[in-house]
């Protein structure tokens, strides 16, 4: 059992909740305060009580986080003797965000979700789940908070951890001529799958930068054993000012 004390004034409250149940600990983590002491107790990773004075619950919670300071500890094996609570920390958290608004996203155009399991745990409204099926279809950020309660959905997830920017892998590959294909770019099949991972879809065209500033958008495929070439046939090389053995950029749309 753990007694040394830590300060709020180094710690991110919120963080430390989600490093503790991440790691699925069971316990009770206590903050000492000149106004009282908040508790929460955790089991199995999940939320079973939370108290601060009179408060219980996610109220007890938004009294802490309204003035986040005190000293804390976090004892290892203790249950509460009458848990009021059975929920993910996700869930008590987006309630309360709903009284205590987080920040704005901070970024304008497509995201993605960082985890799916985290998402599933939850339980989402149905206007709800069709702003996270905007989401899943790349609609820009700054299109979906167009409706006030989309945004303020936005910037609760992204306050968790659970959504962020979408940002394409860049590859730098080396130019070289097939003749295996007509009209379309070669890259390689782990490049291409890893593409696919963060756009939740197949990239039907690439973006190639060359060093001085010169993009071309070309049709693209996968290829298996590719490495870090990016295999173009005579007809689209003649089309562009690239040549053999060119290193390009190239990020797929």
Do not use: C
């Amino acid at each position: 059992m753990t007694h040394s004390t830590a300060s709020l004034e180094t710690f991110d409250f919120l963080e430390l909740l989600y490093l503790l149940t991440d790691q699925g600990r069971s316990g009770v983590l206590t903050v000492f305060r000149p106004d009282g002491q908040f508790q929460a107790w955790l089991e199995g990773g999940r939320i079973r009580h939370l108290e601060f004075g009179r408060d219980r619950g996610t109220k007890a919670l938004v009294t802490l986080m309204s003035d986040p300071r005190g000293r804390f500890q976090f004892d290892e094996g203790l249950s509460h003797p009458d848990p009021r609570m059975d929920a993910p920390l996700d869930e008590v958290t987006l309630e309360l965000l709903d009284t205590l608004p987080p920040p704005p996203v901070g970024f304008d155009g497509p995201a993605r979700f960082t985890s799916r399991e985290r998402l599933a745990r939850i339980r989402w409204t149905l206007r709800e789940q069709a702003t996270l099926q905007l989401v899943d279809a790349q609609r820009p950020v700054a299109e979906i908070s167009v409706d006030p309660d989309a945004r303020r959905l936005l910037e609760k997830l992204h306050r968790i951890g659970l959504l962020v920017s979408r940002k394409s892998r860049v590859a730098r590959l080396t130019v070289t001529v097939t003749r295996e294909v007509r009209g379309v770019a070669l890259v390689d099949d782990l490049i291409f799958r890893r593409w696919k991972e963060d756009m939740v879809r197949l990239p039907q065209t690439i973006a190639v930068r060359t060093d001085d500033g010169d993009v071309y958008t070309l049709p693209v495929r996968s290829g298996n054993n590719l490495a870090a070439l990016l295999m173009l046939p005579p007809e689209l090389l003649m089309r562009t000012s690239l040549r053999a053995g060119d290193s390009v950029l190239v990020r797929p749309l």
